[in-house]
């Protein structure tokens, strides 16, 4: 009878977030389409290309053969590699870029429900008010930046709710903080997935092993067990720091484009509806009561610590920070950072985990306030939720609009002979190549530059013109070596603009014969083109170690999970 309790238990939470998932992916289904945003297209091509190299065997770690317009450029052995053949893999499956955004967007809901859910029974909160709370962030633009705008950042939040978890242990349980296993395996999934949001997750970290250190019983064994997490962590993404090493060392790469007002997309508090740029009313009420509840009541010292370390999040997210000054003198913060409003992701994942331990303390006090503590909060909860749901349905509306089905920036390259019937066609095609070759970005971030100020040169046009406006004449097909041939044929000889891009490590063969390219500032190849037909072929040779470091990362994460599989059973 206990058994079939506790099975209840674990069942009846798991219903409930993949109902709530469910009902926030319905736009997708009721409009029968997908919601195009403003990084569709850079994140479709790298999972694309992920997609295209299992599909094939053809697999190149670092040189894009598939995605990107088959242009060689570094993309994926720089942002989330291992994440990206997972994606790859899930379209592989799914096989349209329209089930693919279904399936992965309640995937991302469900995940972060979910380690919302466990976060805040953790830490006190009875199961009503954690799936309160778990409802509550599946609602913000932070969670649902995936579903709406294609946002990485989501993939990121997603997981930081079980970082929250192992962050809590180091403050409530002093005899044994940390698992160096579980902190160091989560660290680096995270990071896989998304490394700014790695980065939230140590800022996080910090204070939470500064406080449970001073009052740990065991300081050595923390501080070892701290070290073996880092030894972990380190091991797991050695694929990442090495490939970074060995890129940005040789090649002055293209960063993310530069945001100097920064202040302009800083958190607010805001008394509207909710964005990534303000809390909205609903959210500033319950963290304004959560704020006033820690001050008025003598709450235990861990939702003490955690309310405030919330609290600073949501300070470093606003605008009481000189955001554009620190634009200026610090340069890497307007393209690694880029909005201030980021940091919040914390922030709103520890301060709702917190609110529904406070809720379930109150509706403690008695059954007349405890009915009356849920009323409120569903009526509360349920505005955001719908106000969330609504956003995500009048952007779905989008495909289903007379004209073109996609929001285009001004950047977005659509084919010319394109309508929006075959655009819709080409998303819910079986083959994602399709959609691929008809909508495309000029997205210049990680090529390798030349002699060229980021600040003074629009690079998205110089991207359009030597690129997306070059490909017409050329043949490129991909081999399993990771080579890249590209074939043309010429009316005279002559210097030709090759729709591809050479990095330092690049080798280039043109006609079979090696040759050391010129490049435009952009990195684009120009060769001397002769006569008649042409062949080149570009490689990226990696380091020489990088193929065994991969297997031995591999091994290691098998064995982690194995060990934490083994421990937790």
Known sequence: MNLLKEKKNVIRPIFVISLFALFFILPLLLNNGIIFGRDTSFHFNRIFDAYAQIKYNKFSYFQSNFGFDKSGRLVNALYGPYFAYVLGFILLIVKSWFRFQLVTSFLVF???GYGLFKLSKRLGANEFFSLVSSALFMA???LAGWINITQFTSMGTMLLPFIAILGSRMLDTPDDPINPLSLGFVMAIITEVHLLSSIFAVLF??????????????????FLKAGLSVLIYLVLTSNIWVA???????????HPFSNIDMASSALSIGTGM????????????????QI?????????????????IGLVFIVLSSNLLPWNRLAVEVPPLSFNLQFPSRIITMGAIILLAMIAVTLTELSNKGISIQKATRVSVIIL??????????????????????????????????RSKATAKTIKAAYKDTNPEKAIVLVKKPIPDYLPLHAVDQTKVNLYKVYSDEILNNESGFEKHAYKNGVLEIKWKDNKKGQKLIPAFAYQQSRVTLNGKAIDPKTTKLGTILVDSKKGNNNLTLRYVQ????????????IFWIAILIGLLVTTL
């Open 110 to 112: 469900f995940t972060g």
């Open 140 to 142: 913000t633009p932070w």
């Open 205 to 222: 970290l910090i204070p939470c092993f500064i406080i449970g250190f001073i009052r740990s019983s065991v300081k050595l064994q923390m």
């Open 244 to 254: 970074m090493i060995t890129v940005f060392s040789k090649n002055n790469v293209a």
């Open 274 to 289: 909710m964005s990534p740029t303000s809390l909205g009313l609903v959210l500033s009420i319950l963290i304004i009561f």
């Open 292 to 308: 006033s509840w820690m001050f008025i009541n003598n709450v235990d010292w861990k939702i003490r610590d955690l309310t405030i």
């Open 381 to 414: 909860s349920s505005l955001l939720i719908f106000e969330a749901y609504s956003n995500t349905q009048g952007r779905a509306q989008k495909w289903n609009d007379d004209n073109m089905p996609i929001n285009k920036d001004g950047l977005v390259h659509v």
């Open 543 to 554: 380091p020489k170690f990088f193929n065994a470091l991969l297997v031995v990362s591999i």
